[in-house]
Nanobody, 119 residues
């Protein structure tokens, strides 16, 4: 199917910027949409940004105007550019890909990358 590998997490000061990368491999042309989610301990995983293959994007209210998800380009990573970060952005960030392969829907996840924002 599709394998996802995230990178780019780390420690950043509040007000700073960070860029996360999600590299997809496998049946990448079957991907219909990609998204970034985040999760903190004891909380449900939250969707923060999504992009469809035709370029439509959607952001959660908590990151709108601060985060930007890049377009899907086969063979290139999908990026999440995080500007004006806040301590409440601290979480494990997961990349997600959805699509249809052989008539079967798939929903793939990466292993996650930690983002910590210091105040």
């Amino acid at each position: 199917q599709v394998r996802l590998v995230e990178s780019g997490g780390g420690l950043v000061e509040a007000g700073g910027s960070l860029r996360l990368s999600c590299a997809a491999s496998g049946s990448i042309m079957s991907i219909g949409s990609m998204a970034w989610h985040r999760q903190t301990p004891g909380q449900d995983r939250e969707s923060v940004a999504l992009v469809t293959r035709d370029g439509n994007t959607n952001y959660s209210d908590s990151v709108k105007g601060r985060f930007t998800i890049s377009r899907i380009k086969d063979g290139s990573p999908v990026y999440l550019t995080m500007d004006s970060v806040k301590p409440e952005d601290t979480a494990v960030y997961y990349c997600n890909a959805r699509g249809v392969l052989g008539g079967i829907e798939f929903n793939s996840w990466g292993q996650g990358t930690q983002v910590t924002v210091s105040s």
